[in-house]
């Protein structure tokens, strides 16, 4: 198995590379005690492409997400965008930065102040990066991105956030993005607290935006979800990489023991839950051996001394990448 490597891939075709990052939170009494969120992880997201970062609550996907925003630092290696490294940037250099690179995140309420109509959101914008620009020239511009989102201006100008639906707060958002001439979009579970038919329009839109030639890093923590739109999933555990690649070979032939054991949890309607569960625990038993990813190393660290025990990344077909030391199918966890 060749490891997995970003070289030679054509700089063009590239909008962002995450290449080996880290982040450790200091957590507890005086910040004492090392919490690590993000375990070197590389991937990249290119123009025009959907990558989908699944993985359970907790597993690191918001801390990458926001380090790519640089709402957190970046250690380790770095994260380069459009081939530049964004770890350095600081404010006028951050302030162009979010030019190109915005992100939306899951819970829309979060983003309005209930007191103010939910419109604001454009004035901030404009504010900060369109001064002088006319007003009547800045009413064409956010009447082209509300329709963008397919959302119609005299649906939603001039409203409250209650009185909008969760949907149409987050096209909002995605719209206040798209006025900025974004080239990459982090969108954090940004269908989570949606209903069904309206994530079908908010994925629907991703789609369309994705054909305009826009990055997106579709993080969810819903397998379903990023098997429908995206054209590359990571599966992240316990802030490491253990599969990634094309979705049909991670979801059509998924490698590691917790992509499998992820899959099996999808509710379908066909199946009882007695029998998911009774697979759930088979697959749980499968996870017992030497490997770092086992339950009995619940932190994903394994024993002082162990490393060697870490699987690495590898490429097991094309285009299909595992981290685990039976997808060869010469060892046995
Ligand atoms: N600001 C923070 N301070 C300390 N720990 C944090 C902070 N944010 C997240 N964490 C911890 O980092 C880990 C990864 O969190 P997060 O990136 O939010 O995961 P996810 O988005 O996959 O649920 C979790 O263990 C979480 O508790
Ligand atoms: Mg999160």
Same mark, same amino acid.
């Given at each position: 198995?060749?490891?997995?490597?970003?070289?030679?891939?054509?700089?063009?075709?590239?909008?962002?590379?995450?290449?080996?990052?880290?982040?450790?939170?200091?957590?507890?009494?005086?910040?004492?005690?090392?919490?690590?969120?993000?375990?070197?992880?590389?991937?990249?997201?290119?123009?025009?492409?959907?990558?989908?970062?699944?993985?359970?609550?907790?597993?690191?996907?918001?801390?990458?997400?926001?380090?790519?925003?640089?709402?957190?630092?970046?250690?380790?290696?770095?994260?380069?965008?459009?081939?530049?490294?964004?770890?350095?940037?600081?404010?006028?250099?951050?302030?162009?930065?979010?030019?190109?690179?915005?992100?939306?995140?899951?819970?829309?309420?979060?983003?309005? @102040?209930?007191?103010?109509?939910?419109?604001?959101?454009?004035?901030?914008?404009?504010?900060?990066?369109? +001064?002088?620009?006319?007003?009547?020239?800045?009413?064409?511009?956010?009447? +082209?991105? &509300?329709?963008?989102?397919?959302?119609?201006?005299?649906?939603? #100008? @001039?409203?409250?956030?209650?009185?909008?639906?969760?949907?149409?707060?987050?096209?909002?958002?995605?719209?206040?993005?798209?006025?900025?001439?974004?080239?990459? &979009?982090?969108?954090?579970?940004?269908?989570?607290? &949606?209903?069904?038919?309206?994530?079908?329009?908010?994925?629907?839109?991703?789609?369309?935006?994705?054909?305009?030639? #826009?990055?997106?890093?579709?993080?969810?923590?819903?397998?379903?979800?990023?098997?429908?739109?995206?054209?590359?999933?990571?599966?992240?555990?316990?802030?490491?990489?253990?599969?990634?690649?094309?979705?049909?070979?991670?979801?059509?032939?998924?490698?590691?023991?917790?992509?499998?054991?992820?899959?099996?949890?999808?509710?379908?309607?066909?199946?009882?839950?007695?029998?998911?569960?009774?697979?759930?625990?088979?697959?749980? +038993?499968?996870?017992?051996?030497?490997?770092?990813?086992?339950?009995?190393?619940?932190?994903?660290?394994?024993?002082?001394? &162990?490393?060697?025990?870490?699987?690495?990344?590898?490429? +097991?077909?094309?285009?299909?990448?595992?981290?685990?030391?039976?997808?060869?199918?010469?060892?046995?966890?």
């Amino acid at each position: 198995m060749a490891t997995t490597s970003l070289a030679g891939k054509p700089e063009a075709e590239r909008c962002c590379t995450v290449d080996r990052v880290s982040m450790v939170y200091k957590i507890g009494a005086f910040g004492g005690t090392d919490l690590p969120a993000v375990r070197d992880v590389s991937f990249e997201v290119r123009a025009g492409e959907v990558v989908s970062l699944i993985g359970e609550s907790g597993s690191g996907k918001t801390t990458l997400g926001k380090m790519i925003l640089r709402l957190c630092p970046i250690t380790g290696e770095t994260i380069t965008v459009d081939g530049v490294d964004i770890s350095t940037f600081k404010r006028r250099r951050l302030k162009t930065y979010y030019r190109s690179v915005q992100g939306v995140f899951q819970d829309p309420f979060s983003s309005y @102040n209930p007191i103010f109509k939910a419109d604001r959101v454009f004035s901030m914008i404009k504010d900060e990066y369109f +001064a002088e620009v006319n007003a009547a020239e800045w009413r064409r511009k956010v009447a +082209a991105s &509300l329709e963008a989102v397919r959302l119609s201006p005299d649906e939603v #100008l @001039n409203k409250y956030p209650h009185q909008l639906s969760g949907g149409q707060l987050q096209r909002i958002l995605i719209a206040r993005a798209l006025l900025l001439d974004i080239r990459l &979009l982090v969108a954090d579970e940004i269908i989570s607290m &949606l209903d069904a038919s309206t994530r079908i329009d908010v994925l629907n839109l991703l789609a369309d935006l994705k054909a305009q030639g #826009l990055g997106i890093l579709f993080i969810t923590h819903d397998l379903s979800l990023g098997n429908y739109v995206s054209d590359k999933t990571v599966i992240l555990r316990r802030g490491r990489i253990v599969e990634m690649g094309a979705p049909d070979r991670v979801f059509g032939n998924p490698l590691h023991p917790y992509t499998k054991s992820l899959l099996t949890s999808v509710p379908q309607l066909h199946r009882k839950w007695e029998r998911v569960e009774a697979e759930l625990a088979a697959g749980r +038993a499968g996870l017992t051996g030497r490997c770092i990813y086992h339950e009995r190393y619940p932190n994903g660290d394994g024993p002082v001394g &162990l490393d060697a025990e870490r699987p690495t990344l590898a490429e +097991a077909e094309d285009d299909h990448f595992v981290a685990c030391f039976q997808a060869d199918g010469e060892e046995t966890c």
